[in-house]
């Protein structure tokens, strides 16, 4: 199966698929990835592993429509098996969203339906929460809201602060989203109408 990587800033969790997808017994195959930020180190780490890129800047567009419509058009061109997004900090029109549904992943550093939004390590800091992670679920019209497929569980430390606490979420969005987009390509994921089914069992 084919894979695109949507993101927007430094692109570690593509790095994490990049490397994972060199592995010869992985399953799918990175296409290109896409970033809305012409300067997005992310097509570094790209153009490193010889993989093609493109830019969709949001910055030329005048809606969000007229955005999604350019980012689509790359999209149907590839057309992928699946759309991952990885660190890809645009909200999408859910017209996009419909067109990919069942074949679009996110994730979210939060242990959702938590946290949705931004500033996550910082609110549950903040709300004095003993756990904290990282969710990756199918992209749905509801924003960080899609039925979640994985979760990693990271403890908070009474020392930890923002920066502490976003490096441990991290390395287990490392961890966790090759697995995930692996199983996806096999095909074991599925979002059904009752949600989301594991080997053709619901989660
Ligand atoms: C990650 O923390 C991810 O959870 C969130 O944005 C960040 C992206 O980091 N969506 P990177 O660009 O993958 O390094």
Not at 87 to 92: K, P, S
Not at 113 to 127: E, I, K
Not at 153 to 181: F, G, K, N, T
Request: with cysteine; net charge negative; hydrophobic share 45%.
């Amino acid at each position: 199966p084919t894979i695109v990587v949507l993101a927007s800033g430094s692109g570690t969790n593509l790095q994490a698929l990049i490397d994972a997808s060199r592995e010869r017994d992985f399953p799918g195959e990175i296409l290109a990835v896409g970033c809305n930020r012409p300067g997005a180190f992310a097509l570094e780490r790209a153009a490193q592993a010889n993989i093609k890129t493109f830019v969709v800047d949001h910055k030329k567009y005048g809606s969000r429509e007229e955005f999604d419509g350019a980012l689509m058009a790359e999209l149907r061109r590839l057309n992928p098996d699946v759309i991952v997004l990885a660190g890809f900090m645009r909200i999408l029109t859910a017209d996009f969203v419909r067109a990919f549904r069942g074949r679009m992943l996110n994730i979210h550093p939060s242990l959702l339906p938590a946290y949705t939004g931004l500033n996550t390590h910082q609110r549950v800091l903040d709300a004095g929460d003993k756990v904290h992670g990282v969710s990756i679920h199918f992209v749905t019209e509801e924003l960080d809201g899609g039925p979640v497929i994985a979760q990693a569980e990271v403890a908070v430390q009474s020392d930890d602060d923002a920066e502490s606490l976003a490096e441990r979420v991290q390395q287990q969005e490392h961890v966790l989203y090759p697995i995930v987009v692996r199983w996806f390509c096999e095909g074991r994921i599925q979002l059904t109408a009752d949600g989301v089914q594991f080997d053709g069992k619901l989660l």
